[in-house]
């Protein structure tokens, strides 16, 4: 956990923005694809995979579940941010969708909070924030967790299990939708709001984030570019995948240090 502390940085001035492009249909063709192949990977591995635990593909596998699913959040963050689909009510349906299929998560009572977060970054007023000098991940986890998942949820996912547990191998239910989900939520809070929020900030840094250092193969595989933290609340109209364009214009600045 500390390498991955220490590879972020806070900057040092005004990120050069990229400026905004229009989507046309490749905000909805990266949702769909990812909603795709999300569904499609599940279906695999609970209908037709008989994992052998004493190799490392069953792990692998989860772990992939894992990346798909945070793909999942990330799709539903973009929508919060209108940057899935020019077309308002697409955009909001894939976003209701993929919140959805990420445990039930409801998209119409995110969106306000997500907003209440940019706006009111590492504040008393942030739901996502809590006293980030003193406060370790752990406690903080809690507490944003207690914010967001909500009790029908928690029975939607409990009945959820309970059906699929009569089609499909307990063990694989377990392992492939039930894990991955779990692991998902720490990784985006690990690299979402963890590290980039943590402990205190330059005055002159208006974001309250801080960015991971430039290497955009670990910035997708560990949360779809969402370590490149700042340049997303200075640009949120940049959906995820082209917030690897911001951080290479920010390194390229001839004031980048």
Not at 35 to 46: G, N, V
Request: proline content about 7%.
């Amino acid at each position: 956990m500390s390498s991955a502390v220490s590879s972020f940085s806070e900057p040092t001035f005004a990120v050069r923005r990229v400026k905004p492009e229009p989507l046309g249909h490749k905000g909805v063709l990266m949702a769909l694809l990812i909603i795709c192949l999300w569904a499609a990977l599940l279906t695999f591995l609970l209908a037709h995979y008989q994992p052998d635990w004493a190799t490392p593909w069953p792990y692998l596998l989860a772990l992939l579940q894992t990346h798909l699913y945070t793909g999942l959040f990330i799709t539903a963050h973009d929508a919060m941010h209108g940057v899935v689909s020019p077309n308002k009510r697409l955009n909001n349906a894939l976003g209701t969708l993929a919140a959805g299929l990420f445990a039930y998560n409801w998209f119409p009572g995110m969106l306000p909070k997500h907003h209440a977060h940019h706006r009111h970054v590492a504040t008393e007023d942030d739901p996502d924030f809590h006293d980030g000098k003193h406060a370790g991940f752990g406690f903080w986890f809690v507490r944003f967790a207690w914010n967001y998942v909500t009790w029908w949820q928690i029975l939607l996912m409990a009945a959820t299990y309970n059906v699929l547990k009569l089609y499909f191998p307990q063990a694989n239910v377990v392992a492939f939708w039930m894990v991955p989900a779990v692991l998902a939520t720490l990784q985006l809070f690990y690299f979402g709001t963890y590290l980039p929020h943590r402990g205190s900030h330059a005055p002159s840094n208006p974001h309250k984030s801080r960015s991971q250092f430039p290497h955009h193969v670990w910035a997708f595989v560990s949360c779809y570019f969402f370590g490149y933290h700042y340049e997303h609340h200075d640009q949120p109209y940049l959906p995820w995948w082209r917030l690897w364009r911001a951080k290479e214009t920010h390194s390229k600045s001839p004031q980048h240090s």
